[in-house]
Structures are given as structure tokens and as C-alpha cells.
């Protein structure tokens, strides 16, 4: 497994698998399950998100290659977030063992906005949207010229308290951000 996600209002335990795993649901913490992978278009799950939005759960998953999905029904069926790849770069996007394809790591929301969402793509990008998914930035103020691992991103947190607080980890350390992201020079 490479992703496990509980949750908790509906009792139901989520897990994506590498390779051809895809996804799958337990009702009863495990002991039986089946597939939801209806409308994924990869079944090598990199990551679970979920998101509680006016009393309801939204789901997403990330893939790779690079993809976002979402679901507004517990994963019975998945719709690609297909306008997350439309940020420049993504030739630069990989992963160094073989095959060399990057996948989405991490997915972070603002507290406060349901629409804001970060995306942490290894290796290649830190993407935001404002605009639940309509459309993306990808926030370079974090980049060194020491960057070696080209904008290798596993991780962002959001600071609750202040949620233009950001911290990121990834192979390159922590990478702090007092601005929200706010997209950089490209």
C-alpha cells in the first residue's frame, strides 16, 4: 500500500496501492474490500486527501503519473482534476529511479478556503489553486540556487493559525513560505 486514509464520518477506510493496486474501500476496517477505481485512468495510487466541505467529504487522489482526482461520493466514482496539467514545465517533471515518472506526493488544504488546495508533485512542481482546481500556479519563492533535486516536494503543511504560513519538506530540506506561495518569477 502507499496510501491509507480513514474517514471518519462515513467509518470508511480508503487504500491506494503502487503499480496496478489502485484503489480500494473497506466498510469493516479492513477485513473485506473492493475496488473503486471507476474513472481513474492510472491504478498506481500515490496519495488520499480527504476534505470535510459544508457537512460533506470531498476525496482526492493523486497517481502517477502525475494526476488529480477527486470524488464528491466517497470514491465511488473519480473525475481527473485534468487542469492541474496545464502549468508550464511539466517536461521537467520525473522521478529519478526508472521509469522516471513523477507522481502527486502530497495534497494540503487551506483551512480557511475550500477552494485553495496545494499540490506536491515528485519531482517537479509545488502547484496551488485559489479556484478548486480551475486553474493552477506553481509558487517558486522557495527556490535556491543550490536546488539540485529540482523542486523535489513531498510535503506541505498549512500553519491553521495562519494559513499564509506554509512549511514544505522534500529532498532538498524545509522550505518555509510567510506568503501564502504566492507564485515567484518562472
Request: hydrophobic share 35%.
Amino acid at each position: 500500500m502507499s496510501a491509507l486514509l480513514y474517514e471518519p464520518q462515513s467509518g470508511l477506510l480508503f487504500a491506494g496501492a503502487h503499480g496496478k493496486g489502485g484503489m480500494s474501500v473497506s466498510r469493516d476496517l479492513g477485513v473485506t474490500w473492493e475496488p473503486r477505481g471507476n474513472g481513474l485512468k492510472s491504478e498506481h495510487v500515490y496519495t488520499l486527501a480527504a476534505q470535510q466541505r459544508d457537512g460533506r467529504v470531498v476525496l482526492y487522489l493523486g497517481t502517477e503519473p502525475s494526476a488529480l482526482y477527486r470524488s464528491d461520493d466517497l470514491g465511488e466514482n473519480w473525475v481527473e482534476v485534468s487542469a492541474m496539467l496545464s502549468v508550464p514545465d511539466q517536461d521537467k517533471w520525473t522521478f529519478p529511479p526508472p521509469p522516471h515518472v513523477a507522481h502527486v506526493k502530497n495534497v494540503a488544504f487551506h483551512p480557511a478556503q475550500p477552494g485553495t488546495l496545494y499540490v506536491c508533485i515528485e519531482q517537479g512542481a509545488l502547484l496551488k489553486t485559489t479556484d478548486d482546481g480551475a486553474t493552477w500556479t506553481e509558487p517558486r519563492t522557495y527556490e535556491s540556487a543550490q536546488d539540485k533535486f529540482y523542486h523535489d516536494n513531498h510535503r506541505v503543511l498549512i500553519r491553521p493559525s495562519n494559513p499564509a504560513q506554509l512549511f514544505m519538506c522534500g529532498g532538498e530540506g524545509l522550505h518555509y513560505s510567510a506568503d501564502a506561495a504566492r507564485p515567484g518569477p518562472t
